[in-house]
Structures are given as C-alpha cells and as structure tokens.
Nanobody, 126 residues
Framework: QVQLVESGGRLVQDGASLRLSCAAS????????TGWFRQAPGKEREFVAA????????YVSDSVKGRFTISRDNAKNTVYLQMSSLNPEDTADYYC???????????????????WGRGTQVTVSS
C-alpha cells in the first residue's frame, strides 16, 4: 500500500502562484507514476499533470500547460505541483494519485490510479 498526503492548498488572489506537495509513504518503490487531478464543484475530476517516478517524464494537461509544472524529489518521496498565473477557474480540490505497474489504463484517466490522497483545496478569488 501507498499513502498519499497533499498539502499547500489555500485561498489566493487571481494571478498568484502556489505550490502543492504530495508526500508518499509506504511501499513507494512500487509507484510507477504520480499524478495530480482536480475537481471543481459540480464538475468531474480532471487530469492536471503526471510524472513518471524513474524517468521523470512529465505530462501536463493542455488546460494548464505553460502555467503548471510537476516535479518530484524521489529522496523525499514527494511530488510537487507548481502553479502560476492562477485564475478563478483553477478553483478546485486537488488530488494526488499514484499508480503501480502494470497500469490498467491511460496516464490521463483517474481510473488508472491505484492510490489517492484526500485532497487539498485551492480557491482563487477574483
């Protein structure tokens, strides 16, 4: 099992930057990919970004590309989501998720991920 704990979410102003952290514990050696998803009120959960544990290859949603960056510190078992130029449409609960191999689907699908954190809330005020 892998446990994931997100942190860093808070209320910020339009245009601000924020960094979210996802700390993993447990059998982290089995993690192949870690992703960030978000869910706004009344909307479906959507893919934001993901990073492969070993290679560091990253995948970022077109909706946040150029504003959000995902990175990792394997020594700390932590994945970060650096967000800049935030706007009210970025308001959501942000979830960290991890998947082990063999993957059951696409990097971009929530159903592929085996482990989930409880989320951290990001609110962007206009």
């Amino acid at each position: 099992q892998v446990q994931l704990v997100e942190s860093g979410g808070r209320l910020v102003q339009d245009g601000a930057s924020l960094r979210l952290s996802c700390a993993a514990s447990g059998r982290t050696g089995t993690t192949y990919i870690t992703g960030w998803f978000r869910q706004a009120p009344g909307k479906e959960r959507e893919f934001v970004a993901a990073i492969l544990t070993r290679s560091g290859d990253t995948y970022v949603s077109d909706s946040v590309k150029g504003r959000f960056t995902i990175s990792r510190d394997n020594a700390k078992n932590t994945v970060y989501l650096q967000m800049s130029s935030l706007n009210p449409e970025d308001t959501a609960d942000y979830y960290c998720a991890a998947a082990r191999i063999p993957l059951s689907g696409s990097y971009f699908a929530a159903t592929t991920y085996d482990y989930w954190g409880r989320g951290t809330q990001v609110t962007v005020s206009s």
